[in-house]
């Protein structure tokens, strides 16, 4: 029994025989990460969120002991209470929550990335601490992906001791082969870059950093929830006998569905059709490559592992908006966001705390009505109402960008010798489980522009280089 942090201690023991698991290759590409309790290799499993392992060395045995789970708490009934009140309850809990991850014997700084979820934790924190706070920003010189002078403001604003760092596109870049060995099992998240980036500027500062990890999964703060709310109802407006038509979907056009139109992720009618359950439809959009994609690409006998299967039931406590912050919570949050945090900040030796992660406060957001986290097209309703006591509306408001960099760009111009190097005939040849044809051809297509979804051959990249260093 091999027990570590992360894989690459259990890769040290010269016994581990590092049998590809074929389920997480097919999760890797569908997902872009592995979810619990799988890992890339067979026989080495994540212990799950909210459980532990109890081994009983006398009978061989292993039980797996569940201790927690957030959806006990959606499936409460919602509380009835006015908007006032669960402000103020948010509220009290920020504060308890933000302080007590300030409790430390080494200097402590705040991610601060110019949004709402990292602000309402730096000016809480600032309004309650007579010391400055100290604030860490990293800016690029690409405008659209550049938040830094957002953030200079609202640093400005609060008072805080607040560091910035332009980083050159060659700095970013120079990231890319350190990758494999930060994540030590294919991982596809490409937000990796500038979250060790700022890790690393942050470290030469402090040693224990706060995030703000949460926020859209607890307040609703993802451009997919208003989305998939209309899917959803789109489709529920079609009766059931017309959906179970055979020739209705082989003939439906996605001008019937006009959002969907111009959305490559979504160009996937008979899907989603066919999928009305919410977890389906979640399932269908949090896919990068589709049933049908995987089985051209990967040679695998079995593409069909979801990303909820064995998950616990959420009930009829939970309207559409609640089920999909509970799935996200539940999922997408652990295995990719905090993956992505935890490394990036541990491969520099910086300790990463994550304030909103306080289980207080999604034991008492979670069971609010969705309407005080999407309220009319309003996301973060809550959030933002409690930001607005510490920060003003014309400093906050503005488009949401998300922690990116420009990587479509950056594959086709400086970073295209990576797709030469790492895809082709022979490093693909080194393994069998992709096809060589097909992934050559997309490595094409998206050179030329003719295959639009970055991701996509990103994916491939990170797992040819994943293979490389650790196979």
């Known amino acids: 029994m091999l027990f570590a942090s992360e894989l690459k201690s259990i890769y040290t ?33 994540k212990v799950k969120p909210g459980h532990y392992i109890k081994i009983d060395v006398v009978h061989k045995t292993v039980e797996d002991i569940k201790y927690y789970d957030v959806l006990d708490y959606y499936n409460k009934p919602k509380l009835k209470i006015s908007e006032e009140e669960a402000a103020t309850e948010v509220e009290r809990l920020f504060t308890s929550a933000f302080q007590y991850r300030m409790v430390s014997d080494v200097p402590v700084g705040v991610f601060l990335s110019g949004g709402y979820d990292s602000g309402v934790v730096a000016a809480v924190l600032q309004a309650n601490n007579t010391q400055r706070i100290k604030t860490f920003t990293i800016g690029f010189n690409e405008a659209k992906y550049n938040e830094a002078h957002h953030a200079k403001k609202m640093a400005e604003y609060m008072g805080t001791d607040h560091h910035e760092y332009y980083c050159t596109t060659k700095e970013a870049q120079d990231i890319l082969p350190d990758l494999p060995e ?140 609640n089920t999909c912050l509970a799935l996200d919570y539940s999922i997408y949050m652990v295995d990719d966001i905090l993956a992505k945090v935890d490394r990036a900040t541990m491969s520099v030796g910086l300790e990463g705390r994550e304030p909103l992660l306080d289980n207080r406060i999604i034991e008492f957001v979670s069971q609010l009505p969705s309407k005080l986290k999407y309220n009319h097209g309003e996301k973060k309703y809550l959030l933002k109402k409690i930001t607005h006591k510490y920060l003003p509306k014309t400093l906050m408001d503005r488009p949401k960008s998300g922690f990116a960099l420009p990587v479509n760009e950056w594959l086709r111009e400086d970073l295209k010798d990576y797709l030469f190097q790492y895809i082709n005939e022979g490093q693909l040849g080194k393994h069998n489980f992709i096809n060589s044809k097909k992934a050559i051809l997309l490595r094409n297509d998206f050179i030329v522009g003719k295959e639009n979804t970055d991701t996509k051959i990103w994916l491939l990249l990170m797992f040819q280089m994943w293979w490389n260093r650790w196979m």
Request: zero cysteines; charged letters at 20%.
């Open 182 to 321: 930060i994540y030590d099992e294919p991982f596809g998240d490409s937000s990796a870059i500038p979250t060790t980036l700022v890790s690393r500027f942050a470290r030469k500062h402090v040693t224990v950093s706060l995030s703000a990890d949460g926020g859209d999964e607890i307040f609703a703060g993802y451009m997919r929830y208003p989305f998939l709310q209309r899917i959803n109802n789109t489709i529920h407006g079609f009766p059931k006998a017309v959906l179970n038509t055979g020739k209705f979907l082989s003939n439906l056009s996605v001008n019937f569905v006009p959002f969907l139109k111009n959305n490559s992720r979504m160009l996937r009618i008979h899907e989603l059709l066919n999928g009305s359950d919410i977890l389906n439809i979640a399932d269908i959009f949090s896919q990068y490559y589709n049933t049908a994609e995987l089985k051209a690409l990967l040679k695998l006998r079995n593409v069909n592992a979801g990303l909820y299967d064995e998950m616990s039931p959420i009930n009829n406590q939970n309207d559409f908006i």
């Open 13 to 45: 023991y010269p016994n581990f025989e590092k049998n590809i698991n074929e389920q997480a290759v097919s999760l890797f590409f569908k997902y872009a990460y592995i979810r619990a309790p799988h890992t890339i290799f067979k026989h080495t499993y």
